[in-house]
């Protein structure tokens, strides 16, 4: 007679938690629509008002004082400019760290270090790293406020997020690989080079693109290295002065209204979306191409 009552319990429990849980999916799906309804408005809104402004002489002119006539050319550039040096600078330590992290490093305590270091430094405001650059890249090393050091500003803003990306993806190899390539004979080098890194290209990839596309974004880093600055000549050398696209954007939304620059804003933004949807879209097709691989 007494079980009764305690299935009962039980049943009220499970009732409740079932409850509960539907309770949370309502919330999360309402919260996730009024994320996205907001995200819509914003994007329709830019697009209501930038869209006229998109032609080519947008695209090819210099920045101007006068709203109708300026354009994107130097900061396009200039964003071209240090993204790639970005690139070169950036990724080869950071998955070489990765690599080293998971596959060479000793079980010591000061790897550990370097493992939670590198997890702290991937949430740090992009501010500090700025303040960083501009006291050792601008001041100390006497770069100036040039591509270079906007360059090594965001690559080491974003080595830490493309470390750990890396690594996620260098610990999805499954073990047996590396077990069967070193029973055949192969180094330890040979192992990582020819079966595990094609296996973790993928991730890493992803990795890579998405830290890509926050250095794309990234205004107040570049800001505080003193890249705000009215650049009206192409850029031929990685010391030039530089601006980028996020930072015209800025520009232009500071001005009055009445100048007509908060459609050139409007405009500038819509561009910087398709380069990174561009290149999200770039991330997609590669991890496709190694995974058939």
Not at 21 to 26: D, F, V
Not at 228 to 248: C, E, M, R
Request: glycine content about 6%; hydrophobic content about 55%; charged content about 15%.
């Amino acid at each position: 007679m007494a079980v009764a009552p305690v299935k009962l319990q039980a049943t009220g429990r499970v009732a409740r938690r079932q409850a509960i849980s539907r309770g949370s999916r309502y919330v999360l799906l309402a919260a996730s629509l009024v994320g996205v309804g907001v995200l819509a408005y914003l994007a329709y809104d830019t697009f209501d008002s930038g869209a006229s402004r998109l032609t080519w002489d947008f695209l090819n002119n210099y920045p101007s004082r006068f709203a109708e006539r300026a354009g994107l050319r130097s900061s396009i550039l200039g964003s071209i400019w240090v993204l790639a040096a970005t690139v070169v600078l950036a990724f080869p330590v950071a998955i070489g760290t990765a690599i080293w992290i998971e596959e060479f490093a000793p079980k010591h305590w000061l790897v550990s270090i370097v493992k939670l270091n590198l997890a702290n430094l991937a949430g740090v405001p992009s501010i500090i790293y700025g303040i960083l650059g501009l006291a050792v890249f601008v001041r100390f090393y006497d770069l100036g406020p040039s591509i270079l050091a906007g360059a090594l500003t965001l690559a080491v803003m974003i080595i830490p997020m493309t470390v750990i990306a890396s690594q996620e993806a260098i610990r999805q190899v499954p073990q047996s690989l590396r077990d069967g390539s070193l029973a055949l004979g192969s180094t330890h080098w040979q192992t990582v080079r020819h079966h595990v890194l094609p296996q973790a290209m993928p991730g890493i990839m992803t990795g890579i693109i998405l830290a890509l596309s926050r250095a794309a974004g990234e205004t107040a880093a570049l800001i505080m290295i003193g890249a705000f600055t009215f650049i009206a000549w192409d850029n031929t050398s990685l010391f030039d002065d530089f601006t980028t696209v996020p930072i015209q954007i800025y520009n232009w939304s500071v001005r009055p209204s009445q100048q007509g620059f908060q459609v050139n804003a409007s405009a500038a933004i819509i561009v910087l979306m398709a380069a990174v949807l561009s290149l999200n879209l770039l991330a997609a097709v590669i991890r496709e191409r190694f995974r058939r691989e």
